[in-house]
């Protein structure tokens, strides 16, 4: 799949995932989708991977209505990957997926302090537009 359909698959998530929309969710979800967060065990995270379409569609609109209201989001890559940096009450996490034709299979949320700075030394400015060749590890 092209990065700029990832990204695409990106937005609509982001979308629906900021609305709690949970049909919205599950069609954009593969069957065998699984949610990953990454804290580091420095930041409180989801203690283990989520995973099946109607579980993690379920968990992403639970979350929504603490997680996405009044957020700014910058788009950024990672890993040559079409990202977001989101900032809820000054508290950034970012977000990336893997899509593939049957959905996205994979959503992984970075919340690790070290992650989080990596996309500033990255060499995208935080809320430049997205554009490929920058990235992190």
């Keep these: 799949m092209s990065s700029n359909e990832q990204r695409r698959f990106l937005e609509a998530f982001v979308a629906a995932a900021q609305k709690g929309d949970m049909a919205a969710l599950e069609g954009l979800l593969a069957e065998d989708v699984v949610s990953y967060s990454d804290g580091g065990g420095l930041v409180r995270a989801a203690g283990a991977p989520v995973s099946g379409r109607k579980h993690v569609a379920t968990f992403i609109a639970a979350v929504s209505r603490c997680c996405w209201k009044g957020v700014t989001l910058d ?10 940096l989101v900032s809820s009450n000054g508290v950034p996490f970012g977000l990336t997926i893997d899509a593939c034709e049957q959905g996205i299979h994979e959503i992984m949320w970075f919340l690790r302090p070290s992650k989080l700075a990596a996309i500033s030394r990255s060499g995208q400015k935080v809320g430049e537009p997205y554009s490929a060749g920058h990235g992190i590890s």
């Design 75 to 84: 788009w950024v890559e990672t890993n040559r990957q079409a990202a977001v």
